[in-house]
Nanobody, 124 residues
Framework: QVQLVESGGGLVQAGGSLRLSCAAS????????MGWFRQAPGKGRDFVAA????????YYADSVKGRFTISRDNAKNTVYLQMNSLKPEDTAVYYC?????????????????WGHGTQVTVSS
């Protein structure tokens, strides 16, 4: 079992920045690739970014490429999502997830463990 707890969400104006954190506990953190997803009201859960167990590979949704950066600190069992140039359409609940697969994936069903989410609201 892996427990994931997100933090860092909040209210920010368009053009602003936030950094989300996801603290992991339980089984070996480095066994898992990590991903961030988001879900806006009335919509499905969308892929945002993923990072390999080593941090050497990353993968982004086109909608956030160049604005968001995923990173991880394996010594702290934490994965981050730095979000810059935020837009109102980035408003959503953001979830982190852990995947013990080999390849990075944007498919939510391939992730094994999920956090409870943190709300990000971007005002115009």
């Amino acid at each position: 079992q892996v427990q994931l707890v997100e933090s860092g969400g909040g209210l920010v104006q368009a053009g602003g920045s936030l950094r989300l954190s996801c603290a992991a506990s339980g089984r070996t953190f480095t066994s898992y690739a990590m991903g961030w997803f988001r879900q806006a009201p009335g919509k499905g859960r969308d892929f945002v970014a993923a990072i390999s167990w080593s941090g050497g590979s990353t993968y982004y949704a086109d909608s956030v490429k160049g604005r968001f950066t995923i990173s991880r600190d394996n010594a702290k069992n934490t994965v981050y999502l730095q979000m810059n140039s935020l837009k109102p359409e980035d408003t959503a609940v953001y979830y982190c997830a852990a995947d013990n697969g080999v390849l990075l994936t944007s498919r939510a069903y391939e992730y094994d463990y999920w956090g409870h989410g943190t709300q990000v609201t971007v005002s115009s």
